[in-house]
Nanobody, 128 residues
Framework: QVLLVESGGGSVQPGDSLKLSCVASGRTLNTSYMAWFRQAPGKEREFVAGHSWVRSRVYSAEYSDSVKGRFSIYRENLKRTLYLQMNSLKPEDSANYYC??????????????????WGQGTQVTVSS
């Protein structure tokens, strides 16, 4: 029903900024929870940031403790695109970043398994 395609990853230095995008196509979801996850080698996929939409309006936004104050999640409805603005990047931010969507208005409590659609991922590497 929904196709998600991420882009914007790359290799940057610590302290740099990077903006990821997730373009959605197919069915429009007026009520959903959109999120960014990341997975580094040898680690489980972890939640990074997400926000809920109810009747095409932002209801809430959540961030993991490790990215609070540095990352921002937002959408541009006209482009059907979800963004993740990442500032003050650290080496530990290096991972493959994924866009995900859940067919509900709140953050799934069961983690990554609670999402219905996933993108293919975009690689982010932060190193000197």
């Amino acid at each position: 029903q929904v196709l998600l395609v991420e882009s914007g990853g790359g290799s940057v230095q610590p302290g740099d900024s990077l903006k990821l995008s997730c373009v959605a196509s197919g069915r429009t979801l007026n009520t959903s929870y959109m999120a960014w996850f990341r997975q580094a080698p040898g680690k489980e996929r972890e939640f990074v940031a997400g926000h809920s939409w109810v009747r095409s309006r932002v209801y809430s936004a959540e961030y993991s403790d490790s990215v609070k104050g540095r990352f921002s999640i937002y959408r541009e409805n006209l482009k059907r695109t979800l963004y993740l603005q990442m500032n003050s990047l650290k080496p530990e931010d290096s991972a493959n970043y994924y866009c995900a969507a859940a067919l509900q208005g709140g953050k799934p409590s069961i983690g990554s398994r609670g999402y219905d659609y996933w993108g293919q991922g975009t690689q982010v590497t932060v190193s000197s």
